[in-house]
């Protein structure tokens, strides 16, 4: 078995608590999008949920890994205008327009500090690569298009049962400009999956500069009673 590959057992994390998918497009239906764009859709997760809500609405989703592509194909086969394509970011080439964009848990996404802020995780390490991604972004959106970027519970070490009996886990591990996250599913005690991977931070003021840098613009959020899934930036 190929510890490394976390494809196959992705939705069963997912679904055990790990993320409030039912928030998320709560969050992301109350823009007015007749094409959206999904920046690292895993499984298609999201993505299954906002097409049962919006099925009028064009939906791509992209994503590095093949395999994780391959899982969201078949659970989203049954919804007529749900596009999946597999790209880099880095060098996104989809040929459309979108009125908008979104991460949550995918390329990058925002995590709260605990002075009251937020930092930027990245999966790209290489800052010029992560330069070059928001600038694929913006070619695909238009003035005034939004960029959706989740917000999700800051990263820690932990220990607890999904919903099949086995167990899951995760270490963290600071390193230069970011942290390593070590993933582990065991089965009795046995390991089943285990996959490291390395992310790049961004200091809240840093990351804003980036995407200035890019042609967005950060928008703070309303007073609002619910916390927001998301931090907005528009395309200028």
Known sequence: ???TDMSVHYDLIMTSGYYDYDAIVDDLVQYDANAVLEIGSG?????DRLARRRPETDVTGID???AMLD???GRLAVHDRVCLRQQNVVRLDLGEQYDLAFSYGGVWYFVPTPDGGHEMVSHIRDETENQQGFERIAAHLP???VLLLGIQA???DYSRPVTNGMDYSQRITP???GFRKDYRLSDAGRPVMLQTTDYRTYCFEDAVGLLDKCGFDHEPAGTSAAAP??????KR
């Open 1 to 3: 078995m190929d510890y």
């Open 43 to 47: 499984t298609g997760l999201i993505l």
């Open 64 to 66: 590095l890994t093949q």
């Open 71 to 73: 899982i969201a194909a």
């Open 143 to 145: 003035s005034g298009g």
């Open 154 to 156: 800051p990263h820690s």
């Open 175 to 177: 390193i230069e400009a």
């Open 229 to 234: 899934m998301f931090l907005k930036f528009t």
